[in-house]
């Protein structure tokens, strides 16, 4: 089912047609996009079923403005940093630094079925500030457009091309040192 | 010719695995989300902010006591100038501004409702970054 044939459902009053037609396109995709930044299988089911549930709330709001897709990339990664956000904030409190803690989870992750680069690209790629983290994984792991990102976060093609090009040096830097 | 990104050509991107029909069981309990809030009312805006509001109309409403009950008891331009200063004092002491670092780490009993998880959300409504924290933490440290 499209897109538009989605949204021509939810306004034909079939809202859980609609809503289970979103779950079967996207998600797969959804899930994805949030454990290549949560790093952990069972913190990103538990985001899916609150970005789905805030899926379910905000579809009375949606407005055909944005595309169906790009709205949704953007409530899961709003969530996504939400929960990076208190994680942060939960470790400053408890007065203990989380990037040890991330890289640790990535090196046990019993998951993931890169080599040894690939896992200290990931561990690079954690230690990025937010922005930079985001605009890396989105063009360099799920292959978005510089358009398509600029939809999701709100940011102009020009500012988010800067965003990943500080984000390459700063990978090639780090795992220039490590090999 | 050669980008800045050929080194990340190189490594590849690796990949995580899920468990097996982990994305049917997704599916499945991702459906039941509107039979599980069928009847549950999503809280607006105006529900979320309403104890913040009512927090500060209640002090509000304390500051412009103090300030009546000041005002009222000062002697104007014959006040004693201690008592002036007492006052102020007294002001001071229910407007705590001086050691802004304290308010985020004052001793707090667990009492009934009030979970890390409260404090965590609060900190992040209002805006509260991890980095403030850590400065606060070493302005304690600092002052100790």
């Not at chain 1, 985001?47 to 379910?56: N, P, R, T, Y």
């Not at chain 1, 398509?148 to 390459?168: C, F, N, P, Q, R």
């Not at chain 2, 105006?46 to 109309?57: D, F, S, T």
Request: aromatic fraction near 10%.
């Amino acid at each position: 089912m499209t897109d538009s044939e989605i949204i021509g459902l939810y306004r034909e009053g079939q809202q859980e047609r609609a809503f289970n037609a979103i779950v079967e396109n996207y998600s797969e995709r959804l899930y994805w996009h949030v454990r290549s930044f949560v790093c952990s299988h069972e913190d990103t089911d538990d985001l899916m079923q609150e970005i789905f549930i805030k899926v379910w709330n905000s579809l009375p709001s949606f407005r055909s403005e944005s595309r169906l897709y790009t709205w949704l990339y953007r409530i899961a990664t709003n969530e996504t940093l939400n929960h990076l956000h208190k994680q942060k904030v939960r470790a400053a409190l408890q007065f203990r630094s989380l990037t040890p803690e991330i890289e640790n989870r990535i090196e046990e992750d019993p998951s993931f079925n890169g080599d040894e680069l690939q896992k200290e690209l990931m561990k690079g790629v954690a230690r990025l500030p937010e922005k930079q983290r985001l605009v890396f994984t989105m063009k360099y792991f799920e292959d978005l457009t510089y358009e398509d990102m600029s939809e999701i976060l709100g940011t102009s093609v020009g500012a988010l091309k800067a965003s990943y090009h500080i984000a390459v040096e700063k990978l090639k830097a780090y795992l220039e040192k490590k090999f | 010719m050669k980008t800045g990104n050929d080194i990340f050509e190189h490594i590849g991107k690796g990949s995580f695995s899920v468990p097996d029909g982990y994305f049917d069981s997704l599916k499945e309990r991702l459906g039941r989300i509107p039979e599980e809030s069928s009847g549950a009312i999503a809280p607006t805006l105006w529900m979320r902010v309403k104890p913040y509001a009512a927090l500060a109309a209640c002090f509000l409403a304390a500051l412009v006591a103090g300030k009546l009950i000041l005002s009222n008891t000062a002697g104007g331009s014959h006040a004693d100038p201690l008592m002036e200063e007492y006052g102020e004092l007294f002001y001071s002491d229910l407007i705590p501004v001086t050691q802004p670092a304290e308010s985020l780490f004052y001793e707090y009993e667990s009492a009934e409702g009030v979970s890390e998880d409260d404090i965590i959300n609060y900190l992040i409504e209002t805006g509260t970054t991890a980095e403030q924290l850590a400065m606060a933490d070493l302005h304690k440290q600092t002052t100790e």
